[in-house]
């Protein structure tokens, strides 16, 4: 189990330019999530997946934002234009339904994005 | 719609010490309830987690019992080590709901 694996760990950017976030669940699972991680505002779900359809994206902060999952092994988040109040750490996670919805998520060590 | 409150830190302790870190919950359904751990620099990964009322999760001496009674999942541990260290998140998950809902976390310091 290679776990859950986020790409780039770092993004460096400047304001205005696209950021692209990367992020390949653990096999076998059918549920994705995208969250994001301030001190300011805690731990906020932006959109999550299920069976690689969009189930619910009111966590997407505005238009900027956008999300797709081509396949059930990998996912993207991307911000176009970026802003300064965009940088966070930005979590993706993956866990199953077929156990009923007992099954725990499982995080990857996030992208730490950085926009100036 | 579904809540988690969680006790506001930070904590400090002492190595040894006994930990409690409260956690309430509000669902309109029949939600598992799970503990997850964030060391600095890393993702959540889960502590230990309860699927129904009077079942208690435990893991790595940490102990939580999921009370429908008083809608609470308080996690303890008997002695605290310094690398117990971390951000500890309450959360539920609704099968109606499709997803978690986590509390706002509790930073622990275990000082030696």
């Known amino acids: 189990d290679a776990g859950v694996i986020q790409s780039p760990r770092h993004e460096v950017t400047e304001m205005g330019q696209e950021v692209t976030l990367r992020c390949k669940p653990i096999s076998g699972h059918n549920s994705l999530f995208w969250y994001r991680q301030t001190m300011m505002r805690g731990l906020e779900l932006l959109i999550y997946f299920n069976n690689n359809v969009p189930i619910d994206d009111s966590g997407m902060p505005e238009d900027r934002f956008s999300a797709k999952m081509p396949n059930a092994s990998f996912s993207t988040l991307k911000i176009q234009p970026s802003e300064p109040r965009d940088s966070a750490v930005y979590f993706c996670?993956?866990?199953?339904?077929?156990?009923?919805?007992?099954?725990?998520?499982?995080f990857g060590n996030g992208t730490r994005l950085t926009v100036t | 719609g579904d809540s988690v409150t969680q006790m506001e830190g930070p904590v400090t302790l002492s190595e040894e010490a006994f930990l409690t870190i409260n956690c309430t919950y509000t669902?309109?359904?029949?939600?598992?309830l799970f503990w997850y751990v964030q060391y600095p620099g890393e993702g959540l990964q889960l502590l230990l987690k309860a699927t129904k009322a009077d079942d208690k999760g435990s893991n790595k001496g940490f102990e939580a019992t999921y009370r429908k009674e008083t809608t609470s999942f308080h996690l303890e541990k008997g002695s605290v080590q310094v690398s117990d260290s971390a951000v500890y998140f309450c959360?539920?998950?609704?099968?109606?709901?499709?997803?978690?809902?986590f509390g706002d976390g509790t930073t622990l310091t275990v000082k030696p």
């Open positions: 959360a539920l998950s609704d099968p109606n709901a499709g997803k978690s809902t």
């Open positions: 996670a993956s866990s199953t339904t077929r156990t009923g919805g007992n099954s725990p998520l499982h």
């Open positions: 669902a309109t359904g029949y939600p598992s």
